[in-house]
């Protein structure tokens, strides 16, 4: 989708793509409104998860999995708030580094104590950079896209597999499958059905257009799956090393790792 022409306290967009919000509608100092303040899902609960992981001695893979979420979430709001390519960037680039983090705490749930994969690492790593490297050189964002969701494919097939081999908090991956699982759903509608969508909340919603906001909604949901993930590998690798994890509930709504015996996770 083509950048609209439509300016405000951030000028001109310079982003490769636009999204289906109006650009500036609700104020002059954030080009898109709602899927900017959505991005609160990805910050908030990462700053909470990255505090427990150093008070409770986590593994440092999931220090870096919540700070990649916690620096997605801070790319996507600037993205979103003024549109500007070099924002873009920090949006996009930083989801195939924490998918690569990802990936690699899954892969080394059951792995001994200390111990550091090298080889994997040096693959996860090549493949950042030479994404990294084509999208800088192309700025197609359908590379992105199809990068982006190759990693994502693996990380389902891993975490498929650490599902069939431990019982244990089984309902927080198929919570995070079906969030983000949904989420990607919105964000096809949004991007395949916008135009359809903007009549909708233009003529016929009135005030209650930003509820069919549906980008706003994949940050939500894809938030939402991307830090359970997290959580559940997290909990996962705890019960390996033998510790005593607890999952808690804040107001008895939104899950949170705790490690009740103080042991260090690496």
């Known amino acids: 989708m083509a950048p609209r022409i439509a300016s405000g306290f951030w000028g001109i967009p310079t982003a490769t793509i636009d999204w289906c919000e109006e650009n500036y509608s609700v104020t002059t100092y954030i080009a898109e409104f709602w899927n900017t303040i959505s991005n609160f899902i990805f910050i908030i609960p990462s700053v909470a998860a990255l505090y427990f992981a150093f008070i409770d001695h986590m593994d440092d893979r999931y220090k870096w999995c919540n700070g990649s979420v916690l620096t997605v979430g801070l790319g996507s709001w600037c993205f979103h708030m003024t549109l500007l390519y070099s924002m873009q960037l ?127 909604w994949w940050h939500l949901l894809a938030g939402t799956g991307t830090y359970l993930s997290v959580l559940y590998s997290a909990y996962l690798r705890s019960l390996v090393l033998g510790n005593k994890p607890e999952i808690k509930y804040w107001k008895k709504v939104w899950p949170y790792i705790r490690i009740t015996n103080g042991k260090a996770m690496t």
């Open 90 to 216: 920090l949006d996009e680039l930083p989801m195939i580094y924490g998918s690569a983090f990802l990936i690699y705490s899954h892969l080394e749930v059951e792995k001994p104590r200390n111990h550091e994969n090298i080889p994997l690492k040096i693959i996860l790593t090549l493949y950042c950079l030479f994404v990294t490297i084509v999208y800088l050189l192309t700025k197609h964002v359908l590379f992105f896209q199809l990068s982006y969701g190759f990693v994502v494919v693996s990380m389902s097939v891993v975490c498929c597999n650490n599902f069939r081999k431990y019982r244990e908090a089984r309902n927080i991956f198929i919570v995070a499958t079906v969030t983000y699982a949904s989420g990607f759903l919105l964000w096809e509608i949004d991007q395949n059905f916008c135009g359809g969508l903007k009549l909708w909340r233009s003529e016929v919603l009135g005030p209650f257009a930003p509820i069919f906001e549906l980008h706003a």
